[in-house]
């Protein structure tokens, strides 16, 4: 692209855009977002078309495995595409109106995700513990978990439409987030609770949840309650996915998360563009992990995919339904008085 050619900023104004680094790094970042955003696209389609194609599936504790698939493909389509294109050209070419359209796109269906892996931790819980007794999870309360994931994510990310906070260009200013650089106290506000309330709550709400579930593992293990050593098979098990499911939520949320309190807190710092873009694109790339560790790790799911994509051809990697030590097909029920293992 010609360095001279006028092109609308993100005010509205014209201006030559500004280089931040040399054409083929916008090359790069158009290449490996285009990766990520093809990969997205096709997995969390699959979810959400295997789902809808296998009455089995279709049960109350999927829910919020499709709503992730279904808020993923929001962050890809609206937003990662987006990105692809701006990067494609060398410079954000959308102006004003499409900042605040990718910026709060790319924010609603990334919290939403977010605030959906911390049900499904809270979901686990429910089902693997039993930590309210016997209560049946059902419909009504996984679409509550589903719909509130939504309404915190329109909570926290309608304020920068009407004044508190807003949407501006990040990184190497080829795609556009909340403003974390304005030193404005009333935009500091903004940003401290949207810290608090879409990223701390939500971690905290997973370590809370997958570290109760791996200690009631662990006491009905000491009990010795389970035949053959079922139990302990699941416990580590349980501790593989929960230590693969937490590390990948800090890889592609906490360098972001990072990020943006720094700046935060040190309005006068400086952060190289290009490096400032990694976390962003980090927290992009989860839209292509989630449906992996939560969906193609799911036994359920992985044996209806295969036939799907295979074209009608088994599974050749398929469990047996008597061997039940996963997550998903291992219930918990324990309490003082006595406690069970019961593969479902």
Same mark, same amino acid.
């Given at each position: 692209?010609?360095?001279?050619?006028?092109?609308?900023?993100?005010?509205?104004?014209?201006?030559?855009?500004?280089?931040?680094?040399?054409?083929?790094?916008?090359? /790069?970042?158009?290449?490996?977002?285009?990766?990520?955003?093809? %990969?997205?696209?096709?997995?969390?389609?699959?979810?959400?078309?295997?789902?809808?194609?296998?009455?089995?599936?279709?049960?109350?504790?999927?829910?919020?495995?499709?709503?992730?698939?279904?808020?993923?493909?929001?962050?890809?389509?609206?937003?990662?595409?987006?990105?692809?294109?701006?990067?494609?050209?060398?410079?954000?070419?959308?102006?004003?109106?499409?900042?605040?359209?990718?910026?709060?796109?790319?924010?609603?269906?990334?919290?939403?995700? #977010?605030?959906?892996?911390?049900?499904?931790?809270?979901?686990?819980? /429910?089902?693997? !513990? $039993?930590?309210?007794?016997?209560?049946?999870?059902?419909?009504?309360?996984?679409?509550? %978990?589903?719909?509130?994931?939504?309404?915190?994510?329109?909570?926290?990310?309608?304020?920068? #439409?009407?004044?508190?906070?807003?949407?501006?260009?990040?990184?190497?200013?080829?795609? !556009?987030?909340?403003?974390? *650089?304005?030193?404005?106290?009333?935009?500091?506000? *903004?940003?401290?609770?949207?810290?608090?309330?879409?990223?701390?709550?939500?971690?905290?709400?997973?370590?809370?949840?997958?570290?109760? #579930?791996?200690?009631?593992?662990?006491?009905?293990?000491? #009990?010795?309650?389970?035949?053959?050593?079922?139990?302990?098979?699941?416990?580590?098990?349980?501790?593989?996915?929960?230590?693969?499911?937490?590390?990948?939520?800090?890889?592609?949320?906490?360098?972001?998360?990072?990020?943006?309190?720094?700046?935060?807190?040190?309005?006068?710092?400086?952060?190289?563009?290009?490096?400032?873009?990694?976390?962003?694109?980090?927290?992009?790339?989860?839209?292509?992990?989630?449906?992996?560790?939560?969906?193609?790790?799911?036994?359920?799911?992985?044996?209806?995919?295969?036939?799907?994509?295979?074209?009608?051809? $088994?599974?050749?990697?398929?469990?047996?339904?008597?061997?039940?030590?996963?997550?998903?097909?291992?219930?918990?029920?324990?309490?003082?008085?006595?406690? $069970?293992?019961?593969?479902?």
């Amino acid at each position: 692209m010609d360095g001279e050619t006028a092109v609308m900023n993100i005010s509205g104004e014209l201006h030559a855009p500004r280089v931040l680094m040399p054409r083929i790094g916008y090359t /790069i970042l158009a290449v490996i977002m285009a990766a990520f955003v093809t %990969g997205s696209i096709i997995l969390n389609t699959t979810v959400i078309v295997v789902t809808l194609k296998y009455k089995q599936l279709r049960q109350p504790i999927n829910y919020s495995l499709v709503n992730l698939a279904v808020a993923d493909l929001g962050v890809a389509v609206l937003g990662g595409s987006l990105t692809v294109e701006t990067n494609a050209v060398g410079y954000f070419n959308l102006g004003r109106a499409g900042c605040v359209i990718e910026g709060f796109a790319v924010a609603f269906f990334g919290i939403a995700s #977010l605030c959906t892996v911390a049900v499904i931790a809270v979901e686990r819980v /429910i089902v693997v !513990c $039993k930590p309210l007794g016997t209560l049946t999870f059902s419909s009504r309360q996984a679409l509550a %978990g589903v719909t509130i994931s939504w309404m915190w994510s329109l909570v926290w990310n309608t304020p920068p #439409l009407f004044g508190w906070g807003s949407y501006e260009l990040e990184g190497v200013e080829t795609s !556009c987030a909340p403003n974390w *650089y304005s030193t404005d106290p009333f935009n500091v506000s *903004y940003i401290v609770c949207y810290f608090s309330f879409c990223f701390s709550i939500p971690f905290i709400t997973i370590v809370v949840s997958y570290g109760y #579930l791996m200690w009631t593992l662990r006491q009905v293990a000491r #009990l010795g309650i389970g035949q053959g050593g079922t139990t302990h098979k699941a416990e580590s098990q349980v501790a593989r996915m929960v230590l693969v499911m937490i590390i990948a939520f800090l890889i592609c949320w906490l360098p972001y998360a990072a990020f943006a309190m720094t700046v935060v807190a040190n309005p006068g710092i400086y952060i190289d563009p290009i490096l400032a873009t990694v976390p962003m694109y980090l927290s992009k790339t989860s839209t292509v992990y989630n449906p992996i560790i939560y969906i193609f790790m799911n036994r359920q799911f992985r044996d209806c995919v295969f036939p799907f994509l295979l074209c009608g051809k $088994k599974n050749p990697w398929a469990t047996e339904m008597r061997e039940s030590t996963t997550t998903e097909t291992l219930s918990v029920s324990f309490s003082s008085r006595r406690g $069970k293992v019961a593969p479902v």
